[in-house]
């Protein structure tokens, strides 16, 4: 009983800082190489028709988290943030292979930030969409939420948190490049600011009409992403789903969610037990995400 009223006065605690919780903004200037974060929100875009699928990108960002045993997959997991997959697509009479990153995209109004309860993920006007895991109550709904299927669960650990990519974002508050940028040979990774980036994509699509496909995926599906992709052969073929609404997704989020018998009405209880099912090593995970790079 005792613990219920710690858990729901700690639930309470949460939904005040929330309120309290402003977007706070980097006083990085652009000096030595480093970046302006005050009034440019950052972004990537994957030029995919540079990539060699070497998976550095891949390796560095397992560094960077240090996760364990994903250098290799195909498919995102708690322990993957980010991967490349070879798609073999056909282009006109011919079967080439593709190479295709997929992580968060950083929503530029994220449904799964909206979704969760607790507001242990938010958008930072820099760009990132973080997480703050000893916040989490480990209820699910922005896996639930996300259009993109991005977030993943550490099903396997007793203290288990989501996961997904952080666009390096404590690399950036010290005016660096995320780690998989830094480790593409070629480019096909390139940070920057969203604004240039889009420029940048536009020049690309313009410059060769008869190289890429006359769309820059991310600009507006769910509102827009902070990751950005150009290609040669069209998204759908490449797996990239092509059915999100160009509207922000939050509020048809919550829409849809109420709509889920218990998730409104059992929310309470949900809550409150998820809570202290998943904090029980509060202080072990805080310790852990904060040891993270990312
Ligand atoms: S891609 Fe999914 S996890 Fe990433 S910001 Fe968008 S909604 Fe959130
Ligand atoms: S931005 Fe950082 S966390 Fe995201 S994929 Fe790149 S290296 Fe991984
Ligand atoms: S490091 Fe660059 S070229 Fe290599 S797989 Fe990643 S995006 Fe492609």
């Not at 943030?81 to 990153?101: I, L, Q």
């Not at 799964?112 to 006007?125: E, R």
């Not at 288990?160 to 096909?188: D, I, M, N, W, Y």
């Amino acid at each position: 009983m005792e613990l219920t009223r710690l858990g729901f006065l700690k639930l309470v605690g949460f939904a005040t800082s929330c309120l309290a919780f402003g977007g706070s903004v980097w006083a990085n200037s652009d000096q030595g190489g480093k970046t302006n974060f005050v009034t440019k929100p950052k972004g990537m875009l994957m030029d995919l028709t540079q990539c060699i699928g070497c998976k550095n990108c891949q390796a560095a960002c397992q560094k960077q988290n240090q996760l364990q045993g994903g250098a290799y997959a195909e498919e995102l997991s708690s322990n993957a943030w980010t991967v490349v997959k070879t798609v073999e697509v056909e282009k006109g009479s011919e079967k080439v292979k593709r190479f295709v990153r997929s992580q968060c995209f950083h929503c530029l109004e994220p449904a799964c930030a909206s979704a969760c309860p607790v507001k242990a993920l938010h958008k930072t006007p820099e760009g990132p969409v973080v997480y703050d895991a000893w916040k989490c109550i480990g209820c699910r709904y922005c896996m639930v939420a996300c259009p993109f299927g991005i977030p993943k669960y550490e099903w396997e650990k007793t203290a288990p948190l989501v996961t997904k990519c952080l666009f390096c974002s404590s690399r950036l508050k010290e005016g660096q490049q995320p780690a998989c940028a830094a480790a593409c040979p070629t480019k096909a990774t390139l940070f920057g600011n969203r604004d240039e980036l889009l420029v940048e994509a536009e020049r690309r699509i313009n410059n060769n009409p008869n190289k890429y496909v006359n769309y820059i995926y991310g600009l507006k599906e769910g509102g827009g992403t902070s990751f950005l992709f150009l290609s040669d052969v069209p998204f759908k073929d490449l797996g990239f789903p092509t059915n999100i609404p160009n509207t922000p997704l939050p509020d048809y989020t919550w829409e849809v969610m109420s709509k889920i018998p218990g998730i409104i009405a059992g929310g309470g209880i949900l809550l409150t037990s998820t809570y202290l099912l998943t904090h029980k090593n509060e202080g072990e995970s805080k310790k852990k995400i904060e040891g993270k790079g990312a």
